[in-house]
Each structure stands twice: as structure tokens, then as C-alpha cells.
């Protein structure tokens, strides 16, 4: 009996179909102006500021949100997403945001990782000159 049930399983999990198991495989991306993303730019900016930095700034809204196409074809598993928005910042200011979003780079390879830089805002260039290694 158990063997049978255990057949069962396995036939109704092989005979199902490829794109019901195709978000694991790729994995989920979201898209540039998703809220989810926005918010984990606006933490590490303000992340930086508090343990760092000490600008006194934070960035109120985003504004012209696009996707970078990506030039060179990559064939690696993981996905990956360029974007660009306008920053406003509380001191009246705006500044170009350049991020990243990537599949499996979040907790325990299971979610998306989103990397972001202002390259006014990055004195160090922990992203290279003017954010070049998280540009397409």
C-alpha cells in the first residue's frame, strides 16, 4: 500500500506540467518601480547615512523609473535587472539612483537582492567610479 501511494506521488509530480515549476527554476523578478524594491533602496540609502555617513539626507520619493537593457546577452542562472530612477531628496535636491535587482541573491538564495547606489552620495565607490559595477 505505501509503496503504491508513493508511486502515485511521484507520477502526479512528474506529470505536471514545465511552467508550473519554471518561477523556481528562473527565479521571480520584479519589476524596476515595484514597491518592494524601492522600499530596499530606500533602507540601504538610509542604512548608510545612520552607520556612516551622517549626511543629514533622505531621499522623500522616486521619480522616472526605467530599465537599462542590458547589452551583452548573459547566460548565467541568475537573472538579472538594471534600472534607473530620479532620487528626490529632503534637501530639494535630486540625484540619479542606479540599482540592480538579481534572482537568488536574497535569504538563502530563495528571493530576489537588490543592489543600489547615488553616485553623488558615494564617496568610497564601493560600487566602482560613479556606480559603474552595478550598470549594465
Not at 21 to 37: H, I, N, Q, R
Not at 74 to 95: H, K
Request: some cysteine.
Amino acid at each position: 500500500m505505501k509503496r503504491l501511494l508513493l508511486l502515485c506521488l511521484v507520477a502526479a509530480g512528474l506529470s505536471a506540467p514545465a511552467p508550473a515549476f519554471a518561477w523556481w527554476k528562473k527565479g521571480y523578478l520584479p519589476s524596476c518601480d515595484a514597491s518592494g524594491v524601492m522600499i530596499r533602496v530606500l533602507e540601504q540609502f538610509r542604512y548608510a547615512d545612520r552607520k556612516t555617513f551622517h549626511w543629514g539626507v533622505d531621499i522623500k520619493g522616486f521619480s522616472d523609473t526605467y530599465e537599462v537593457p542590458e547589452v551583452i546577452q548573459n547566460s548565467s542562472l541568475i537573472a538579472r535587472r538594471y534600472c534607473r530612477s530620479t532620487a528626490w531628496l529632503t534637501d530639494g535636491r535630486s540625484e540619479e539612483v542606479v540599482y540592480l535587482i538579481e534572482t537568488k541573491q536574497g535569504f538563502a538564495s530563495v528571493t530576489y537582492g537588490v543592489q543600489s547606489c547615488l553616485p553623488a552620495y558615494d564617496p568610497w565607490h564601493v560600487y566602482g567610479s560613479w556606480c559603474r559595477s552595478i550598470k549594465p
